[in-house]
Each structure stands twice: as C-alpha cells, then as structure tokens.
RNA sequence: UGGGGCGUCGUCAAGUGGUAAGACACAGGACUUUGGUUCCUGCACUCGGAGGUUCGAAUCCUCCCGCCCCAGCCA
C-alpha cells in the first residue's frame, strides 16, 4: 500500500509576506540573507494551525534560499517537557521539513539572556519591582486609563543589580518581586506598561534542571533570541501584533548589532473544529477523544493517524494562502487535498462494510475462480491482483433494496448489476427472517459469459458493486470518522453552554464483522488505501495487526447517490 | 468608550489608479466496470456603507458601520 515521501516543493503562489521578502533582498536588506524560524513552545502537541506555520517558514526558507530554525521556546517550566519536544521533532520531520541541524532552545540562551537583563538594568531600563501580582495589574490601569508608576521604579542601577543578582541566587520566593523594563505606563499600548521580563519560579525545568530560578518571559526571550540566531524575518500570528512595540523596544534598548523584523499572519481557524490548544487539552483530559492523536483530533499526529499525508497537508497550507485577515477555512478544502493526493497514490481493494450474503444459485458448490482486478485506474505501473471469487458472496446491505427508490441502480429483486472485476448478477430470491423480517441472504443467478464484467451481447447495467467471497474474505474491524463537532464553529458558544456540548455524537463509529478482500489481511500498519465505492482508509498505525486489521476512514469518496438519494427522497 | 489590526463570490484568496485571477463549494452536461476520477459549462456589472478626487477607483481622500487583538509574574 502507499507510503509518503514526497518532499516539500515552493509553491508558486505569492502573498504579502513574501512581497516583503523579495523587497528587503532587493534592497539589499540583510545583504539579501533570509532566516526564517518555526518556535514552539513545547508544551503541547502541534495541530494544523502549526502546519500552516511551519509551511510558512520552511518554505520561505526553502523558496529564498535561506534558512529555518527549529526553537523551542521554552521559557516557562512549568508546563514544558521533552515528550513535547520529541513529538514536535516527529510532527515536522513528518510533514517533510529538515532544520539541518538548526535545532535550538531558548533554554540554552538563559546566561545570554540574563546578560542582556543585567545590561539593561545598566542602562537605567529595567527595574527590579517589588509589587505583588495583584498590585502590579491595579497599577497597570486599564484600557482607558493610563497605569500609575510603581514606588519601586526609581531605585538606583546599584539597588537594582544587587537585587537581580540576588533574584537569581534564590534569595526570593516565587511572587515576590520581578524584573520589569522600565518604558512607560501611561503608554495607550498595554503592553508597554513596564512589561515583565523576568518573574522567579522555584521549578524544575525539563533542560536547565534547578540551575535557575528566573526564568525569562516570552517578549524579552524571543526578539533576543531572534537576534542572536540571525534570524532576518520573525513571522507569527496576529495576537502578537501589539507585543511588536515591545519586541522592536528591546532590541532598540540594548542596542543590538542586527534587528529581526516581526512580520503577523492572520492564524488559521477550521470550520466543525476547534483549533486552540487550551480546547484541545481539555478534549484530551476529559476523554473526550482517545489521546492527542485521536483520528478526530485536528493535531499533526491525529491527521497521521487518520491516514493523512504530509502531501495533503501541505497542499492545504499552499491553498490557503497567507493573509492578515481572520478567516476560517472550509474543512471541505482539506478533505479536497487528502482525495487529491490519495486519488492519484492510493491502490484500491474491495471491503464490504456491512456484509450481507449473496448466494449465487447457478454457481458451481466448490468452484473457486480468481479474478483480475486493476489496482488503480489513475496509474496503470501500479498494476493489478487477483481476487479470489466463489458460490457465496458479501456485498454491502445499503447496495440493496427490496422496493427502491428512482434513481437507484443497485441491486433490487429481478435487477441485474455486475459484481466489478467479476460478473453481472440478478436477483431471485430475497431471504428474510421469519420473525424480524430482517433481510438475511439473496439468492441470485450469474451470467458466466460476463466473466471480467462484460456482456457479449451488449446489455448494460446501471450499477458496478463492489464484492468479497465469503470463504476468503478477512475479518476487519472498520472505524469510520466524521467531523468531531457538529457545529460550524464550536468556538461560538451559545449562552449557558461549552464547547464540548458541540461534539457530534456520531463523530466515531465502529464496525466490526466487516469483511475484506484477502490481500488486505496484512495491510501495513500505517499504510493507504481506497476501499472502492466507499473511501479512503488507513491501516491504523497503533493497532492494526496482521491478520487482524484495523482501519481508519481518512475520508470518504464523494457521494453523488447520497445527494441525489436526498433529492429522491424530498419529493 | 484608549491603542493596534482587519473587511473583495457560500468559504479561502489574488489584485498595489487602467476597467474583478485562481481554488474549494455549488449547479448543469459529457465520459465511466468505483453514482469515484477526468473533461466541459455556469457561478462578484462589483469589492462593508455613504460621499469625494480623477478621463478612469476594490486600489487615493473623508466620514460612518462591523469584526478581531491587548489590562498573565502564559506564549
């Protein structure tokens, strides 16, 4: 079955940034240099919203000739652990991107970084303040009153080293005083109302263990680290916009040998999902979905498991475009990318989902025949299988009708249709149980000249079905998905309600006693296919089995029947 | 109601004073041994609104309207 390793190629299509890009190289701007950077904080799995950034950057990277580190941005110990920071690696390398060796954290530039404190203390810059938390927000003022000065601003450069010195040897317990940068509280930007640099937290930190006990906050981190990585253009979303002043502050004050730009995107929202980590946490911790690579999850490792392929993902991301408008993309677009890709890749099989039984009346008893079945129309080197055929059959329940409706051109009692590959059947004899009335077997006649699917005489059939024979099919157990919320936007919470009161019931639904062709008995974990007539699907790659397989719908073929069956059934 | 942003087809999105790209979706049709794929056709006399400048405006100016972000010792 398909596997991925298609790499990465620049996309053609222009957008704002990449207009400032191509403005700064021709004017000579970093003399023509491009570093880009992808900076997760690794506290938490990346979802697509991250793929869209790490396209971003990769590829602008790639398209310039430049660079692109990989950061981890890793300032708060708290919440950070190297689980994190192996499955980001994993989730990039995944989506086909290689930071050649430009992995770097924010925790190895701790001692640089409390150089730079020190030096802006001596600048006169930044001051150590002994507010309390709640103290220092009453001070901050509000939207539309201006901040007042904390009594502690003005001590001396002396005081002020004495005390920084003495924040880091732990003289101090968490809370009790912080690093401030001294810019303006009565700024109409908030965030330069003598913004934190440094708070003190007596916690373990996954890298640098206990030998700190400040840690650095994100504004002073990332402009500094930005700059010592020679990093030219700092792209990130939007919600950081107002935090530029800060960033373009620091550097300024520090006077620092070259200035990264920061450049803000409008982030990515996706209709029937949520995208925010904080929502996603909770979907996970609630059990809500079975982990962060849940197939429904909107995460990297949920779309892998899912059967996605980094083509289609980054197809996606290429399709989408950049721009500074909030937009929420249609989810149709993505599941577009993934039938795209997979159309073009994926070898076919037959799976009945929900088997029911086909007698074939006129069939020799012991008969075995093989058929040849093509493995994918859209490439002839893929080649093609035999599929075993015998005198008991399983087609799929819903490919028959007992009293159908128009339009409806699979089987019904009298009406033939060709089993694809094999031959044209016709219905004789519906088989029901006598209590239930349930439909338990159908009893029908072949027509052995239309071995292969083809009539010598001509006749047509309205309908192909797809087919196992009953004594060599493999039992499967089948997980179809769907959309895990039923609303547009789950984010638009209705008064008195949660998010979570929005997830689709019908999000997951397992099959068992599914049945399919022979050659799919070992399907690969982790490997693609196309059940024909239904979807795509994904051995899953954590508990299928030889022998026992499991797998996952990645997505369903278009269903033109179902809509017209809509239509049908409205008049 | 402080400051910073953003409004172009149902959804994304090009467009940068010269007369509205493309994609998804949708609707028709052709082909078809997957009701799949593919192919063809249609789909914004108008760019949040109103004025103004101009021979000419989505692009420039003015006012108005709507939406997003910011008051973490998170990122």
Redesign the pocket.
């Known amino acids: 079955m398909a596997s991925s390793a298609t790499p990465p190629q620049p996309s053609g ?4 940034i990449k ?1 400032i890009i191509e403005a700064d190289i021709a004017s000579g701007k970093n003399n023509g240099r491009v570093a880009t950077r992808f ?3 690794p ?1 938490g799995y990346l979802h697509i919203g991250h793929a869209k950034s790490i396209c971003l950057n990769f590829g602008l990277a790639k398209e310039f000739g430049g660079a692109c580190h990989l950061r981890f ?4 110990p ?2 950070e652990s190297m689980e994190y920071v192996e499955s980001i690696q994993q989730d990039v390398r995944w989506l086909g991107f290689d930071w050649q060796g430009r992995r770097f954290f ?1 925790s190895d530039y701790f001692e640089a970084l409390y150089d730079f404190a020190v030096s802006l203390i001596r600048r006169g810059k930044a001051y150590v ?9 009453d001070y ?5 009153a201006p ?1 007042r000065n904390s009594p502690y601003r003005e001590r001396s450069i002396e005081e002020n080293m004495e005390l920084f010195q003495r924040m880091r040897a732990g003289e101090f317990r ?5 690093l401030r940068a001294k810019i303006d509280m009565a ?5 330069l ?1 003598d ?2 640099l ?4 007596h916690v373990h930190h996954y890298r640098t263990g206990g030998t700190w006990c400040i ?5 002073f ?2 402009c500094l680290s930005d700059m010592m990585e020679g990093i030219t253009h700092s792209i990130c979303t ?8 800060l960033y373009d502050w620091v550097l300024g004050a520090l006077e620092t040998p070259c200035h990264p730009q920061q450049i ?1 995107f ?1 982030r990515l ?1 996706l ?1 029937y999902t949520v995208l925010s980590k904080r929502k996603l946490i909770e979907l996970v911790e609630r059990g809500i979905v079975s982990g962060w690579d849940d197939p429904r999850m909107p995460t990297i490792s949920g779309y892998r498991r899912r059967g996605y392929t980094p083509e289609a993902l980054r197809s996606f991301c290429d ?12 989810i ?2 993505l ?3 993934l ?2 890709d997979l ?2 890749r994926a070898p ?1 099989f037959m799976a009945v989902l929900q088997p029911l039984k086909v007698t074939l009346v006129n069939y020799p008893e012991g008969r075995e025949e093989e058929l040849e079945a ?1 493995n ?3 490439d002839p080197s893929m080649g093609s299988r035999r599929v075993p055929f015998s005198r008991e059959i399983y087609i799929e329940r819903e ?1 028959f009708l007992e009293d ?1 409706p128009r ?4 089987l019904a009692p009298g009406r033939e249709v ?5 031959y044209f059947i016709r219905c004789e004899e519906v088989v029901k149980d006598p209590t239930s009335g349930e439909v338990t077997e159908l009893r029908c006649t072949y027509d052995p000249t ?5 009539a010598p005489d001509g006749r ?1 059939v ?5 087919w196992v024979s009953a004594a060599h099919a493999a039992p499967a157990e089948v997980r179809l998905y769907d959309h895990l919320f039923m609303r547009e936007n789950p984010g638009e919470v209705e008064e008195g309600r949660h998010f979570t009161d929005y997830v689709n019931p019908g999000s997951l639904k397992v099959l068992q006693g599914c049945r399919v062709e022979p050659s799919l008995a070992n399907a690969a974990p982790g490997s693609h296919c ?5 979807g795509y699907f994904c051995a899953d790659p954590k508990e299928s089995r030889p022998g026992r397989p499991v797998f996952n719908r990645s997505a369903t ?9 809509k ?1 049908v059934k409205g008049r």
């Not at 303040?129 to 927000?137: N, P, Q």
């Not at 440094?198 to 937290?201: C, D, L, M, V």
């Not at 239309?450 to 083809?454: A, E, L, Q, V």
């Open positions: 299509s222009t957008n704002f207009q900076p997760p904080e506290n941005d890793d300032t708060d708290a919440k924010a303040d002994h507010l309390s938390a709640d103290e220092i927000r901050r003022g509000t939207l539309t901040g968490d809370g009790e005083c912080v700024s109409p930007n908030i965030v109302r913004p934190t440094y708070r003190i937290k840690y650095p906050m994100y504004d981190t990332h939007l919600e950081f916009e107002n935090n530029r002043a803000e409008a929202n209709s399709r989408i475009g950049v721009a500074r408008a909030d937009s929420t993309v249609d149709g677009l599941e577009h990318c039938r795209e159309n073009k076919r093509v994918n129309p859209e490919d159908p339009k409806f051109f699979r060709r089993l694809r590959y094999a239309t071995r292969g699917g083809d047509r309205q309908g192909t079905l797809h196309q059940f024909e007539r239904i073929l278009k269903d033109t029947w179902a809509k017209i069956a239509q």
